[in-house]
Protein backbone atom coordinates (compact mmCIF):
# COMPACT_ATOMS: atom_id res chain seq x y z
CA UNK A 1 0.00 0.00 0.00
CA UNK A 2 0.83 3.28 -0.43
CA UNK A 3 -0.60 6.37 0.84
CA UNK A 4 -0.27 10.32 -0.67
CA UNK A 5 -1.05 13.08 1.28
CA UNK A 6 -0.83 16.29 -0.93
CA UNK A 7 -0.25 19.94 0.09
CA UNK A 8 0.50 23.42 -1.32
CA UNK A 9 -2.50 24.21 -2.76
CA UNK A 10 -4.72 27.60 -2.51
CA UNK A 11 -5.89 30.32 -3.63
CA UNK A 12 -3.62 32.78 -5.67
CA UNK A 13 -4.82 35.78 -8.22
CA UNK A 14 -4.34 35.02 -11.89
CA UNK A 15 -0.65 35.08 -13.09
CA UNK A 16 0.82 33.53 -9.71
CA UNK A 17 2.54 30.82 -8.86
CA UNK A 18 2.06 27.70 -6.39
CA UNK A 19 3.49 24.79 -5.46
CA UNK A 20 1.75 21.21 -4.68
CA UNK A 21 3.75 18.59 -3.34
CA UNK A 22 2.98 15.12 -2.55
CA UNK A 23 4.44 12.89 0.06
CA UNK A 24 4.42 9.06 -0.56
CA UNK A 25 4.68 6.59 2.46
CA UNK A 26 4.54 3.13 3.34
CA UNK A 27 6.20 1.89 -0.08
CA UNK A 28 9.18 3.84 -1.96
CA UNK A 29 7.96 6.23 -4.71
CA UNK A 30 10.35 5.04 -6.54
CA UNK A 31 8.89 1.93 -7.47
CA UNK A 32 6.03 4.28 -9.27
CA UNK A 33 5.48 6.50 -12.24
CA UNK A 34 3.65 9.79 -10.62
CA UNK A 35 1.13 11.89 -11.84
CA UNK A 36 -1.25 14.86 -10.87
CA UNK A 37 -4.81 14.54 -12.12
CA UNK A 38 -7.07 17.57 -11.11
CA UNK A 39 -11.06 17.82 -11.39
CA UNK A 40 -12.90 21.00 -11.44
CA UNK A 41 -16.18 21.49 -10.31
CA UNK A 42 -18.89 20.06 -12.53
CA UNK A 43 -16.18 18.58 -14.86
CA UNK A 44 -14.63 14.88 -15.55
CA UNK A 45 -11.00 14.11 -14.23
CA UNK A 46 -8.12 15.54 -16.14
CA UNK A 47 -4.42 14.35 -16.51
CA UNK A 48 -1.94 17.18 -15.94
CA UNK A 49 1.60 15.93 -15.87
CA UNK A 50 3.64 12.76 -15.15
CA UNK A 51 6.99 11.71 -14.43
CA UNK A 52 8.84 8.43 -14.70
CA UNK A 53 10.02 6.62 -11.94
CA UNK A 54 13.66 7.62 -12.16
CA UNK A 55 12.78 11.17 -13.16
CA UNK A 56 14.17 11.00 -16.24
CA UNK A 57 11.19 11.55 -18.37
CA UNK A 58 7.80 13.60 -17.72
CA UNK A 59 4.57 14.74 -20.20
CA UNK A 60 2.39 17.63 -19.38
CA UNK A 61 -0.77 18.18 -20.88
CA UNK A 62 -1.24 20.62 -23.90
CA UNK A 63 -3.18 23.14 -21.49
CA UNK A 64 -0.77 23.38 -19.08
CA UNK A 65 2.56 22.68 -21.16
CA UNK A 66 4.99 25.47 -20.41
CA UNK A 67 3.55 26.57 -17.52
CA UNK A 68 3.93 23.68 -15.15
CA UNK A 69 6.41 21.51 -14.41
CA UNK A 70 6.30 18.07 -12.96
CA UNK A 71 9.87 16.61 -10.85
CA UNK A 72 10.38 14.45 -8.22
CA UNK A 73 12.68 13.70 -5.49
CA UNK A 74 13.02 9.99 -4.95
CA UNK A 75 15.24 10.21 -1.59
CA UNK A 76 12.13 12.57 -0.61
CA UNK A 77 9.85 10.37 -1.78
CA UNK A 78 8.10 13.50 -2.68
CA UNK A 79 6.77 14.42 -6.41
CA UNK A 80 5.95 18.41 -7.08
CA UNK A 81 3.68 20.00 -9.51
CA UNK A 82 5.23 23.89 -10.13
CA UNK A 83 2.29 26.02 -10.83
CA UNK A 84 3.54 29.16 -12.81
CA UNK A 85 1.27 31.88 -14.61
CA UNK A 86 -1.81 30.54 -13.28
CA UNK A 87 -5.26 31.16 -14.57
CA UNK A 88 -8.71 30.84 -13.73
CA UNK A 89 -9.48 27.96 -15.80
CA UNK A 90 -6.26 26.09 -13.41
CA UNK A 91 -8.77 25.74 -10.38
CA UNK A 92 -9.86 22.94 -9.41
CA UNK A 93 -8.81 20.25 -7.09
CA UNK A 94 -5.49 18.58 -7.56
CA UNK A 95 -4.46 15.08 -6.86
CA UNK A 96 -1.79 13.26 -7.36
CA UNK A 97 -1.66 9.44 -8.24
CA UNK A 98 0.91 6.63 -8.46
CA UNK A 99 1.12 3.09 -10.75
CA UNK A 100 3.85 1.19 -11.92
CA UNK A 101 3.31 1.80 -15.41
CA UNK A 102 4.49 5.46 -17.28
CA UNK A 103 2.33 7.38 -19.66
CA UNK A 104 -0.96 6.48 -19.35
CA UNK A 105 -2.34 9.62 -19.59
CA UNK A 106 -6.31 9.16 -20.09
CA UNK A 107 -9.04 6.38 -18.48
CA UNK A 108 -7.08 7.35 -14.49
CA UNK A 109 -7.49 3.89 -13.46
CA UNK A 110 -4.24 4.57 -10.96
CA UNK A 111 -3.06 2.30 -8.52
CA UNK A 112 -3.05 5.12 -5.68
CA UNK A 113 -4.71 8.62 -5.01
CA UNK A 114 -4.19 11.20 -2.98
CA UNK A 115 -7.01 13.13 -1.26
CA UNK A 116 -6.57 16.33 -3.10
CA UNK A 117 -5.38 19.75 -2.78
CA UNK A 118 -8.10 22.89 -3.69
CA UNK A 119 -6.85 25.05 -5.99
CA UNK A 120 -8.31 28.40 -7.00
CA UNK A 121 -7.22 31.13 -9.21
CA UNK A 122 -9.01 34.43 -9.14
CA UNK A 123 -9.40 36.90 -11.80
Known amino acids: QVQLVESGGGLVQAGGSLRLSCVAS????????MYWIRQAPGKERQFVAT????????YHADSVKGRFTISRDNAKNTVYLQMNSLKPDDTAVYYC????????????????WGQGTQVTVSS
Open 97 to 112: AADPRYGVVSGGSYDY
Open 26 to 33: GRALSGYA
Open 51 to 58: VSRSGGST
